[in-house]
């Protein structure tokens, strides 16, 4: 993928640097660690039975220390969140059906969605694609897990949207479709996933429906919670520092937000029924 050819290059540039550390310039033990944390090469270095410590190894381990400080500085400002260990070893199984989304909640420290989106916009290039600034994102991921979490709702809530958005990468690569997909509906599909239940607040639309709840009477009965989903999500990005939109042009714009408003509003199980047979009367078409 794009996220990870990206990060085969910035492994490249560090694989660089460090061949640049000459023998004596760098005790052999600390050129040993850096060569196994910053490259995939273990052990690449191999000490010499015959050396001995020295006592300018010292002054060579605060050399190296200081290179370190400023690798490990360039890299977080690459990547913009930082990724605590535990993270990054839930992240090795992203693309699998088995992907653990309670292990990444625990290890993220209940930011699961937050962790998530980040890893998939980042993966498909969507940050550099779309100019979504990074704060943006964090700063709307952020936001939208507290609405999740708003209902104290014991399914739909975060994890649940973690677990969707990544399963939604789970079938785009696995099926192909990604290959036959813009990135602008790539954006889309992740998007419409993060999105889908925010601000669920774990009752049913025929409750809403029936209790004629405020957000009933705005939506006329129709999708009620699905339309308040989307819109209120919507909502969020009307503040310029959740704006992760802010740099499509207005054809893009528009054709996103028509792609995600017809994508959560099929999340109405009222329709799920004619989904179906729509999708049977398809393939049935196809194989005639």
Known sequence: MLGEATGERRLLDTEDELSDIHSDSVPLEVRDWLASTFTREMGIVKRRPEEKPKF????????????????????????????????????KDVDKWSFDVFALNEASGEHSLKF???ELFTRYDLLNRFKIPVPNLITFAETLEVGYSKYKNPYHNLIHAADVTQTVHYIMIHTGIMHWLTELEILAMIFAAAIHDYEHTGTTNNFHIQTRSDVAILYNDRSV????????AYRLMQEEEMNILANLTKDDWRELRSLVIEMVLSTDMSGHFQQIKTMRHTLQQAEG
């Open 56 to 91: 300018r190894s010292i002054v060579h381990a605060v050399q190296a220390g200081i290179f370190v400080e400023r690798m490990y500085r360039r890299t977080s400002s690459m990547v913009g969140l930082a990724y605590p260990a535990e993270v990054i070893v839930t992240f």
């Open 116 to 118: 998530m989106m980040y």
């Open 225 to 232: 919670l699905e339309n308040h989903h989307v819109s209120a």
